[in-house]
Structures are given as C-alpha cells and as structure tokens.
C-alpha cells in the first residue's frame, strides 16, 4: 500500500491542524493505521493509531484530548486533527499501516509509510 501525508505547516501555539493520509494500492479495510513523529535526534514515537473500522483507537498520553485521529473508509484516507498545538508537538509526522484488523502502538508492527509531513508550531 502506498501513503501519502498531507496537511502540514506552521503555525502558531493554540492553533489547529488536520493532516490527511491517502492509502492506494491495497484494500485499505485491511490495515490498520497509525500516526508517528519524529524530531531530530530522536527516535520516532507513537501518536495515535486506531482499528480498520475506527472503533479502537490509542493515543500517546501527551495527545490525548487534543488529537482526534479517524478515518474513512470510503475514501481510503486516515485523519489527525490537532488541536491546542504546542510548540513540543513540531516534527515530522509520519502515517503507517499494518497488516491486519488489530490497532497497534507498537512501531514494529507497522508495514508501511508515508514520507512524512512536517508540522512547526512557533511559541
């Protein structure tokens, strides 16, 4: 499967951002679905990942009531909207898919990604 980040950019603490993911190639009912980032230096780490029908989601604890990540499978896409941003949420934001129903925190698990889409938030 193939994925493609979209929605990214800078903006200012308190402000909102939606990214979009856009899965091709593969029945998307089929994966799974998660949001990573990564600052430099860093290891990538979790955000959110959620089921292949949407009514199993996780979150990083640091996330939790300010990020809302969803999907539609009609239109094979994954959602982050990002609320409240502060300027600790700036990195590069990543989709990943894994193979099967399960939603997962687990970085390993993940079979595919997207290039990334870098979200800036200035104090």
């Known amino acids: 499967v193939q994925l493609v980040e979209s929605g990214g950019g800078l903006v200012q603490a308190g402000d909102s951002l939606r990214l979009s993911c856009a899965a091709s190639?593969?029945?998307?009912?089929?994966?799974?679905m998660g949001w990573f980032r990564q600052t430099p230096g860093k290891q990538r780490e979790f955000v959110a990942a959620i089921n292949w029908s949407g009514e199993k989601i996780y979150y990083e604890d640091s996330v939790k009531g300010r990020f809302t990540i969803s999907r539609d499978n009609a239109k094979n896409t994954m959602y982050l909207q990002m609320n409240s941003l502060k300027p600790e949420d700036t990195a590069v934001y990543y989709c990943?898919?894994?193979?099967?129903?399960?939603?997962?925190?687990?970085?390993?698990?993940?079979?595919?990604w997207g290039q990334g889409t870098q979200v800036t938030i200035s104090a």
């Open positions: 990943a898919a894994t193979i099967g129903f399960v939603a997962t925190m687990r970085i390993e698990a993940y079979d595919y």
């Open positions: 190639g593969r029945t998307f009912t089929n994966f799974a």
